[in-house]
């Protein structure tokens, strides 16, 4: 994708990506401007009757009552701005930035926030020149939407805060002008329109499911790899036992794995003389628990993709409709649970998909069940450990995505003197679930490593040609382990070839 025309439509994941990683250049469509420009008219008209209308000439929240002058209207908009970038911790990546301001441009270009359209050409022009502001990742709760993180994001837009540009951070106004992009003075609304949303929870769980999605895919093919390696059946994977429960993620990752293994000189090696009926869970079930968080991502995806053309500011701008002039109404569309119980969702999917690939890595490893594999994989076990610290790491890493699978979305504190008294915490959602995909990526790293060593002691055979281009493939980042070194490097270059899409072949 060369360019991504925004006109406030709901976007993919994989177009979401395609601005946030993949630079893709963005532009607003001719329709967009014209429905902006309207929605703009009506809040002049609104201004220019003296009509008192909340956000445009009224203070925030608990604060909704006070009428504000009109003199004094860009000052309030600044201010709003400023008071609320109160964000700490560290920065959101430039990806994840990238992805909140190619999501409020476009929720913007839907027409329903009362913003000139040189705002809405702004955002754009900040990612076209690769102005990415720095935004704390903590702060949010999701209600009135994310306002820290993106309070954050509107001081670039005015010349303030700091931003990152050619890999340099640096203060707001001088990455505008060094990209010669000048910045914009807010009048009547647009602070508001800015701060309102649930942008920063959807662009870092956007680019969270995206990588899930990537992981769940090639757990089944690591999972063959181990299943190999252990010498272990398919016949569970038959397709009649799947279309007998035919959920569809189930009979999708039975399929796949039947794929992936077809043409094994392993298998056929043990076809005969194989005394087991059945394999341990970790192995047998694949299907089940593979599918079902393949099930569980797409219904996260679907609620992402909804959420990014959704108009989730407020109040909405509705001009000229039903033939009355138009209306602004307040309403509660910022709120974040939709996105808050699925990111909790994920991440309980997510967590057991971590465990269960963690069960095979100790099957792979531990002698009493590794089917004759060398203890922990090593060429000289007790002179090596072999694997060994690698199945402890991944225990220590699924650990910790159980603790961060407790949901967030049930966490609910009242805020901003009780007018905001029920939030919905989905950017502490999204940040849980990006984390426990990171942990996954490395737990899926640990298994390729440790399958693809196994698979090396069961030579002269080899399995499918599909398994074996896997072999080769995880060997081009990892070499074999012939005596003990240190893990630390091969597991995190594992994970970022996962991470980065080096290893997306195979996908299907």
């Given at each position: ?28 469509a ?20 003296g ?7 009224t ?27 109160g ?17 409020r ?113 090639l ?108 209306a ?7 709120h ?80 901003d ?43 002269p ?10 072999h ?23 994970a ?13």
């Open positions: 994708m060369d360019t991504l025309i925004l006109n406030g439509q709901a976007l993919t994941l994989a177009e979401i990506e395609a601005v946030a990683l993949g630079g893709c250049r963005v532009e607003v001719e329709d967009a401007r014209g429905r902006v420009t309207e929605s703009r008219s009506l809040i002049e008209s609104i201004l220019a009757a009509e008192t209308v909340y956000g445009v000439n203070g925030f929240g608990k604060l909704a009552d006070v009428r504000i002058p009109a003199d004094k209207l860009a000052e309030l908009q600044i201010n709003l701005v400023r008071s609320h970038a964000g700490v911790g560290e920065p959101l990546a430039e990806a994840e930035a990238r992805a909140m301001l190619v999501l441009a476009n929720v913007l270009a839907k027409g329903f926030s009362g913003v000139r359209a040189e705002l809405l050409e702004l955002l754009v022009g900040l990612l076209n020149a690769g102005v990415h502001p720095v935004i704390p990742e903590k702060g949010s709760v999701g209600a009135s939407g994310d306002l820290a993180p993106l309070a954050h994001l509107a001081l670039v837009v005015v010349g303030e805060g700091e931003a990152f540009y050619r890999g340099e951070r640096i203060v707001g106004g001088e990455a505008l002008r060094r990209a010669g992009l000048k910045p914009l003075h807010l009048t009547a609304k647009e602070g508001l329109a800015l701060l309102n949303g649930t942008q920063a929870m959807t662009a870092v769980g956007a680019l969270a499911t995206s990588r899930a999605l990537r992981v769940v895919e757990c089944d093919l690591s999972g063959a790899m181990s299943l190999e390696a252990l010498k272990g059946t398919p016949a569970a994977f038959d397709a009649r036992i799947h279309k007998a429960r035919p959920h569809a993620g189930q009979i999708a990752s039975a399929a796949h794995l039947l794929r992936l293994m077809d043409g094994s000189e392993i298998r056929e090696s043990h076809r005969e003389h194989d005394s087991r009926v059945q394999d341990a869970y970790c192995l047998r079930c694949m299907p089940q628990v593979h599918g079902a968080v393949r099930g569980v991502l797409e219904h996260v995806a679907a609620v992402l993709e909804t959420e990014a053309g959704s108009a989730t500011d407020n109040p909405l701008v509705f001009p000229g409709e039903s033939g009355t002039g138009g602004v109404i307040s309403g509660g569309n910022f974040g649970a939709p996105l808050s119980y699925a990111f909790d969702y994920g991440a309980l999917a997510m967590t057991d998909l971590a465990g269960i690939t963690e069960r095979r890595v100790d099957r792979l490893l531990n002698p009493d069940i590794n089917e004759g594999l060398p203890a922990f994989l090593s060429t000289d076990p007790g002179l090596s450990s072999g694997f060994m610290i690698a199945q402890i790491v991944a225990a220590a890493l699924i650990n910790e995505c159980q603790v961060l699978s407790h949901p967030s979305s049930t966490g609910s504190i009242p805020t003197g009780g007018k905001e008294d029920h939030v919905s915490m989905g950017m502490t959602g999204a940040i849980k679930l990006r984390q426990i995909v990171e942990h996954a990526e490395r737990i899926l790293a640990i298994e390729l490593m440790c399958a693809a060593q196994a698979l090396e002691f069961r030579r055979l080899k399995s499918s040609a599909r398994i074996e281009e896997a080769d493939a995880v060997r081009k980042v990892v070499p074999r382990l012939e005596r003990d070194r240190v893990l630390a490097p091969d597991i995190e270059a594992l970022g070839a996962i991470r980065s899409g080096k290893l997306d072949g195979w996908r299907e």
